[in-house]
C-alpha cells in the first residue's frame, strides 16, 4: 500500500509512467522530501522527473486532505490564472491515496531561497500578491460558460482555522501531540487578553472566497523559466471558502517570524535575542512587504478609502497565524522552545497595537492608516 525509496521504481513502470530502461540507464533517482506525508522527488533520464505525495496513515483526516487536494487541482484547471499558479498533474491514485505532479526544475521554496539571499525581492512579492487574487477572486457561483458540476467541487468545509480556539480545544490526538504543543495551549489559556483577541477575531471571520488556507514560504516555491523566477503555490490540502484576509496575513506573517525561524534548531538562542533581532531587521523587508501589499490591492481593487481597515484585520490575522507557526515548530519539542515563546511575544504586540505594528514592524506610513 505505502510507496517507499526501494519499490518506487516498480510502481512506476506497472503504472507506465516510465520504462525499464528509464531505471537501468543509472539515471534514475528518489529523494525523500516528506513531512507530513510521504513525498518524494524522482527523476529519470536529464529532463524528466515527477513528485509524489502520498498519505502517511489512513487517518480519515489525512485521506479527506489529499483527496480534496487532488480535487483542487482538478478544479482548478477551469480557471487559467489559477492553474497557472500550480504544479500540473499527472495523476491521482484514489486506491493509494496518491497525488503524482510535475517536478518543477531547479525549484525551491520561499524559505530556502531567502536562507540563501541577503536580500528580499520585490518582484516575488508582487508574483505571490498577485497569485493570491487570481484565486480569491474567483466567482463561486457556476457559470454557464463553464462546465462546473458540485460533485466536482473540493470539500469544502467553510471551517474557521482550528489555531483560534486551541485554547479551548484541542482537535489532535493525544498521542500524536507534543509536550511543548500541549504547553502552548496552557500558556495561551494563562493570557486572558489574547483569549478575548481570539474570540474577537473569530466572530469577524467571513466565508466569502476560495482560499488556500495555508499560506506559508514554505508552500511557495520558485524556479527559473525563461530568464526569470516563476513562483507556483503547493499543498492546497486544506483549501477552503473562507476569509482572503487570513492568507494575506498569513503572508505577513511569514516576513515577521522569518528571523525567528531561520534559528529555530538552535535552542542555545534567547527569546529576548529574538524579538530584538526581529525588530532590528524588519526594515530589510519594508520594500518587499509593501511591493505584495499594493500589488495584492491593486489587483482586488481594493479602494484606498478601505484599506487600512483591510490591513489592520489582515495584520491581526497575521498575529493569529504566527500562534499556529509557533505550535508547528513544537512538533518534536517535549516544552515550549524560546522560538515559540519570541513567536507568542512578537503575536501578542501585534494584536495590542497594530496601528503601531503596520508602521514600525511593517513600514506602512502613518498617514495610510
Not at 197 to 220: G, P, S, T, V, Y
Request: proline content about 4%; glycine content about 4%.
Amino acid at each position: 500500500m505505502f510507496l517507499t525509496a526501494a519499490n518506487l521504481a516498480h510502481y512506476l513502470t506497472a503504472r507506465a509512467y516510465i520504462q525499464v530502461s528509464d531505471i537501468v540507464d543509472g539515471q534514475f533517482s528518489v529523494v525523500e522530501a516528506g513531512q507530513n506525508n510521504r513525498n518524494f522527488k524522482v527523476r529519470w533520464g536529464s529532463h524528466h522527473g515527477c513528485f509524489i505525495k502520498q498519505v502517511k496513515s489512513l487517518e480519515e483526516l489525512r485521506r479527506t486532505s489529499i483527496r480534496r487536494e487532488a480535487t483542487c487541482y482538478r478544479w482548478a484547471q477551469q480557471f487559467p490564472d489559477w492553474a497557472r499558479l500550480i504544479p500540473a498533474v499527472i495523476d491521482y491514485d484514489a486506491a493509494r491515496y496518491t497525488l503524482i505532479l510535475e517536478l518543477l526544475p531547479h525549484s525551491q521554496n520561499l524559505r530556502e531561497y531567502y536562507y540563501q539571499q541577503t536580500t528580499f525581492s520585490e518582484s516575488i512579492a508582487v508574483s505571490l500578491a498577485q497569485a493570491l487574487s487570481a484565486f480569491h477572486m474567483i466567482e463561486l457561483d457556476p457559470q454557464p460558460s463553464l462546465p462546473l458540476n458540485n460533485q466536482e467541487l473540493p470539500a469544502f468545509t467553510k471551517k474557521v482555522p482550528w489555531i483560534f480556539t486551541y485554547h479551548k480545544k484541542s482537535y489532535f490526538d493525544p498521542a500524536h501531540l507534543s509536550g511543548g504543543a500541549e504547553q502552548l495551549g496552557v500558556v495561551v489559556r494563562g493570557l486572558p487578553q489574547l483569549q478575548l483577541d481570539l474570540a474577537r477575531l473569530f466572530e469577524i471571520w467571513r466565508f466569502e472566497e476560495i482560499i488556500h488556507a495555508d499560506i506559508k514560504w514554505d508552500n511557495c516555491l520558485v524556479y527559473p523559466d525563461q530568464g526569470a523566477l516563476q513562483l507556483k503555490i503547493i499543498d492546497w490540502e486544506v483549501v477552503d471558502i473562507g476569509d482572503a484576509r487570513w492568507d494575506v496575513g498569513s503572508v505577513f506573517q511569514a516576513y515577521l517570524s522569518y528571523w525567528i525561524m531561520r534559528h529555530y534548531r538552535d535552542l542555545k538562542q534567547q527569546r529576548q535575542q529574538m524579538v530584538d533581532e526581529t525588530k532590528q531587521n524588519m526594515p530589510q523587508m519594508f520594500s518587499s512587504i509593501q511591493a505584495f501589499w499594493n500589488s495584492y490591492c491593486l489587483a482586488r481593487n481594493i479602494a484606498d478609502v478601505d484599506r487600512s481597515t483591510y490591513l489592520t484585520v489582515c495584520l491581526e490575522f497575521a498575529a493569529v497565524r504566527i500562534l499556529q507557526t509557533a505550535f508547528e515548530s513544537l512538533h518534536f519539542c517535549s516544552e515550549m522552545s524560546p522560538h515559540a515563546y519570541a513567536l507568542l511575544d512578537m503575536s501578542q504586540q501585534v494584536l495590542r497595537d497594530p496601528r503601531r505594528a503596520a508602521v514600525e514592524l511593517f513600514g506602512f506610513a502613518e498617514d495610510a492608516l
